[in-house]
């Protein structure tokens, strides 16, 4: 063997060992600043067994909660009975409205408003005051362009669904406040 060809045979050895130094070497500054990996989200002992009513399992905010709720130590029961609370939602809506009209009062510009109220149900028969989850978007009405206007509102409802979803497991996070529950013959 010449001499060329030993030279090439230890790059292949070189890049394995520099490539290991590299990676160990992100590693120590990752761990340094204090990075970790998302691992299961905790979620207070109340929710550890969710019932949810008032929402179709296909609309976009229950996908996004379960999907959630997978992701972390809680379940989603079917049954309320095995349930260590229930999430009650009272309304869950979308509302279009104009935001942008043109001097020849031509609509250019549309919002979307995605409203849900809930409360929290617990088992003793108290529960939270009622709370609301909104988050609005704007989009461009093209009149010529009825069919990308439409898929366009599509899209943005189904985003607004999932944000609303995460936002309403955002807040199953958090613990409850005994002192804001209202009590089962308080029917405020």
């Known amino acids: 063997m010449t001499r060329a060809h030993t030279g090439m045979r230890?790059?292949?050895?070189?890049?394995?060992?520099?490539?290991?130094?590299?990676?160990?070497?992100?590693m120590l500054i990752t761990s340094g600043c204090g990075y970790q990996l998302r691992g299961v989200t905790e979620v207070d002992p109340t929710f550890e067994r969710v019932y949810v009513?008032?929402?179709?399992?296909?609309?976009?905010?229950?996908?996004?909660?379960?999907?959630?709720?997978?992701?972390?130590?809680?379940?989603?029961?079917?049954d309320r009975r095995d349930a260590t609370a229930r999430l009650v939602v009272e309304g869950d809506?979308?509302?279009?409205?104009?935001?942008v009209v043109d001097p020849s009062a031509d609509v250019r510009q549309y919002e979307l408003l995605h409203e849900l109220r809930y409360h929290i149900a617990l088992p003793d028969g108290s529960?939270?005051?009622?709370?609301?989850?909104?988050?609005?978007?704007n989009y461009n009405y093209d009149p010529t362009g009825v069919l990308a206007s439409s898929s366009n509102e599509g899209q943005i409802r189904r985003e607004l669904g999932e944000l609303v979803g995460q936002l309403l497991?955002?807040?199953?996070?958090?613990?409850?406040?005994p002192d804001t529950l209202i009590a089962p013959a308080d029917g405020r």
């Open 10 to 26: 230890a790059v292949p050895r070189a890049f394995p060992v520099a490539l290991a130094m590299v990676v160990a070497a992100l």
């Open 53 to 78: 009513s008032g929402l179709s399992k296909s609309s976009p905010v229950y996908r996004t909660l379960a999907a959630e709720v997978d992701k972390s130590e809680a379940v989603l029961v079917d």
């Open 93 to 99: 809506s979308v509302e279009e409205r104009a935001s």
């Open 127 to 137: 529960r939270t005051p009622s709370r609301k989850i909104s988050q609005a978007r």
């Open 169 to 177: 497991f955002y807040r199953m996070l958090a613990p409850i406040d």
